[in-house]
């Protein structure tokens, strides 16, 4: 809220922009972008993402 005040919304409601969102998402045919990176090279991940080399989202796995 604009007003700085804190926000409390019916989790049901949530859930339903959620579900919209994801569906308007689908039609236009959105597609995310992400580079996974294993958990021990999150400073290679950070690196890169500092250098501007990372297109889209850097994802640590644990895997």
Known sequence: M????ARTADP?????SAREFFAV???ANIRT???????ENANE???ELR?????????????
């Not at 604009?2 to 005040?5: A, L, Q, V």
């Not at 049901?12 to 339903?16: K, L, W």
């Not at 972008?33 to 958990?39: G, K």
């Not at 250098?51 to 895997?63: D, I, K, N, S």
């Open 51 to 63: 250098a501007g080399q990372v297109h889209g989202a850097a994802v640590l796995t644990m895997a």
């Open 45 to 47: 991940a950070l690196t």
């Open 33 to 39: 972008v992400s580079t996974p990176y294993r958990l």
């Open 12 to 16: 049901a409601s949530e859930n339903f």
């Open 2 to 5: 604009s007003n700085g005040s």
């Open 25 to 27: 998402a689908r039609e």
